[in-house]
């Protein structure tokens, strides 16, 4: 069986090598043909002697279950999903340059953890070999704080998601690997281009306080304490023809706030989504065949919120210094976004970006050439030695978080009396702390100083190690374009640190005179921040989820710049690959209690209507309607299907019961709520917010689910689905 695969392999690899070969003769032949007729006629367009490279898109969903997971982000135990707006997209994209091939994922997820990881790349390597490795593979997570949690293999995470949860991983993984294999059937013959350009009223500085403790000739060098520029990749074929498109850009997705419980891509998937759709407007959200991505970048301190916090209660502004209000502390003190409510701010946000980005597409010119590289190592992140001068010399520290981290931030407060900026300690949490966890060492509190830390998480290991000590460091390059994949979520000035040093390292190599740099943020493993020194001094909530202590970034700039030096060097087979990341499989826990059976209503069945549609609508109004409904988390694996369809009749005049789906639960303009009731109860709510530019027709809206009883002594899933009404929606209210 497995010399079996191993043909298969092979001889699919045989076959793409053949068809890259026979296409790239036949582009090579139509230049040379282009050529021939311009040299001739000394008319026509100028031949492009560049190269091409083989590129390959895909997308897939990776939508978990939505319903009672906690969602990833805020780390808030009340926020658990109830439901979906739009769905989780992973989005693949490879570069081959005949020699050397790099796979980037981006994935609507909070972040990518190193389980997650170690898990896909098994996947990988079962399928293809060899081809996409730790070294070559970058996954990194847009950040939305509105997808399902429970992908980590440290206790920290685990005990904020419910555990490790299987469901949560499963189509995680699934997703991701499927968006691969679709990058990777369609590889072909293409061109890149380059383009950058400034995005406005996106983001802004949460932690200007932070911010303005850096040194201040570095401030002065920069316009803006947010960096606001998107690059811009543009994927075509050998025709010109657009094939994706993936962009990096500095700013949380967390417009969607603490209070949501919708499965939500945010902004960033917002922004891919309306880009999908501009290039494949009949197709349905997730079905386009052109792939658009945005990545998050350092993103650490940059928020979506733009009005920025004030106090919810008293509307006066919050205290500059540690984000906090005079009465209610710091969880009244929020930022707000520029819209009306967070769907709207979302909305905002996403069009900006898109609208940028399709602009970028559009007049990008800057054609990117030259080979592929790809570095990776694998760093103990908690012993980094680096040398100061000839004599001095500081080191990274195990995992701790300080006060401030319990304080969150103006996109979303702690639920507890912590405020940002403390750089003592609390008695009383400091108590509790000793008693239940155990009192941080003497060692870690000083290499940790100034922070006072409230989780000396380097020192708890029960049951596993509560926060990683292997952390993985990555760059890979196309042509003079660097993409730097960082574990965590660095500050806007921690990233402009690290580009200039990637860049300076790159610069010795001739190949890359004119490097330019990117930051892919949250890649790979997840270790929280990464501020500057200056910035961890101050013990914001940025500074004090600065895990491996001051000098964090100073090792990751020397450890990157040894990536670069390499790259630069044409030689990184000499990497040491470094000590690879445990992969637990004991002890790993699961808190969520499973889904309970389903009940309904006396005479009643599962996708009945409790309360229906009106018979008209008129654009812009909201349609609802709601089914007794079975527990999401029963509908198993929920990728690639929907919970909710709304449907036009075809010519309803001539009587016919033919019907068009025009919306799932991937779309914006539905919202799908599960309500869980008393005695194991639910309902479904589904919404439509009926758009601008829908037809004026005859509609009907349906919820499709599972339920679970028992039959006899066994379990049952059975599927069931309930419709709507007929309602009409019309021009006026006069007109008919
Ligand atoms: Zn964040």
Redesign the pocket.
């Known amino acids: 069986m497995a010399a079996r695969k191993r043909f298969t392999l092979s001889a699919l690899e045989v076959t793409l090598t053949v068809l890259f070969v026979v296409m790239t003769t036949v582009s090579v032949t139509l230049i040379i043909m282009t050529a021939t007729r311009s040299a001739t006629t000394c008319l026509g367009p100028t031949p492009d002697p560049k190269p091409s490279y083989l590129i390959g898109v895909g997308r897939a969903d990776c939508t978990g279950p939505p319903a009672e997971l906690p969602l990833m982000?805020y780390a808030n135990p009340q926020q658990t999903a109830a439901g979906i707006h739009t769905r989780l997209f992973s989005r693949a994209f490879i570069i081959d340059d005949g020699r050397r091939r790099v796979l980037f994922v981006t994935v609507d997820v909070?972040?990518i953890s190193q389980r997650l990881r170690l898990e896909v790349l098994k996947v990988l390597q079962a399928k293809y070999g060899n081809q996409y490795r730790q070294d070559n593979m970058v996954l990194s997570g847009t950040?939305t704080?509105s997808g399902p949690a429970g992908y980590f293999q440290y206790t920290l995470f685990m005990i904020s998601s419910k555990g490790y949860l299987k469901s949560s991983v499963q189509p995680l993984v699934k997703g991701i690997v499927k968006s691969v294999e679709r990058a990777h059937s369609t590889l072909r013959p293409g061109r890149i281009y380059k383009n950058r350009g400034r995005v406005d009223a996106s983001s802004v500085n949460r932690s200007p306080h932070s911010y303005r403790n850096n040194p201040q000739e570095e401030q002065n060098r920069y316009d803006d304490n947010v960096d606001k520029d998107m690059v811009l990749l543009k994927f075509t074929d050998l025709d010109g023809d657009g094939i994706g498109a993936l962009g990096w850009f500095a700013v949380?997705a967390?417009s969607m706030k603490t209070t949501n419980r919708l499965v939500s891509s945010d902004n960033m998937g917002y922004a891919a989504y309306l880009m999908e759709k501009h290039k494949n407007p009949a197709a349905l959200p997730g079905q386009a065949a052109f792939v658009a991505a945005f990545s998050s970048s350092n993103?650490?301190d940059v928020s979506p919120n733009i009005e920025g916090p004030h106090c919810v209660n008293s509307g006066l502004a919050c205290d500059y210094l540690n984000s906090s209000c005079p009465d209610g502390g710091t969880k009244e003190c929020q930022a707000f976004g520029p819209g009306e409510d967070m769907f709207d701010s979302t909305s905002i946000i996403a069009h900006n970006i898109f609208t940028k980005a399709k602009e970028l597409y559009a007049s990008a010119v800057d054609q990117v050439t030259g080979p592929v590289h790809s570095a990776h190592q694998w760093v103990n992140m908690t012993d980094v030695t680096i040398d100061i001068n000839a004599t001095h010399a500081v080191k990274t520290c195990k995992p701790a978080l300080g006060h401030s981290f319990a304080a969150g931030?103006t996109?979303g407060g702690g639920d507890l009396n912590f405020t940002q900026g403390a750089v003592e300690g609390d008695p009383f949490w400091d108590g509790i702390r000793d008693a239940l966890l155990g009192e941080p060492s003497n060692q870690t509190q000083e290499c940790h100083w100034p922070k006072p830390i409230l989780f000396s998480t380097g020192e708890m290991n029960w049951p596993l190690p509560w926060h990683p000590e292997i952390v993985d460091v990555q760059i890979f390059t196309v042509g003079s374009l660097a993409v730097v994949a960082v574990p965590g979520?660095m500050t806007t000035m921690a990233g402009r640190r690290l580009r200039e040093a990637v860049k300076q390292e790159l610069q010795r190599g001739e190949a890359f005179s004119d490097a330019d740099v990117v930051i892919a943020g949250?890649s790979n493993v997840y270790t929280h921040?990464i501020s500057t020194y200056e910035e961890y001094q101050v013990q914001r909530y940025e500074g004090a989820s600065t895990i491996y202590g001051p000098h964090t970034l100073s090792a990751y700039i020397l450890k990157f710049s040894h990536l670069a030096c390499a790259i630069a060097q044409d030689r990184v087979g000499t990497l040491a690959p470094g000590p690879p990341p445990p992969f637990f499989q004991k002890n790993l826990f699961n808190l969520l209690p499973a889904a309970t059976l389903d009940r309904k209503p006396d005479n009643s069945s599962f996708g009945d209507v409790l309360e229906e549609v009106l018979p008209v609508y008129r654009r812009g109004d909201v349609v609802s309607v709601t089914f007794v409904a079975g527990n999401p988390r029963h509908s198993g694996d929920v990728r690639d299907r929907s919970f909710v369809a709304v449907e036009m009749q075809d010519d309803a005049d001539a009587g016919a019961d033919r019907w068009t789906l025009v919306h799932t639960d991937a779309s914006w303009e539905t919202r799908f709520f599960w309500l869980k009731g008393s005695e194991r109860r639910s309902n479904a709510t589904v919404e439509w917010r009926i758009p601008a530019d829908a037809p004026a027709a005859s509609y009907r809206i349906k919820h499709f689910g599972h339920y679970k009883s028992m039959k006899g002594l066994r379990p049952l899933i059975t599927p069931y689905q309930g419709t709507s009404r007929v309602f009409r929606v019309i021009d006026s209210f006069y007109s008919e």
Do not use: F, K, P
């Open positions: 982000g909070g972040m950040h704080h949380h967390v993103l650490g931030t996109d979520e949250l921040y």
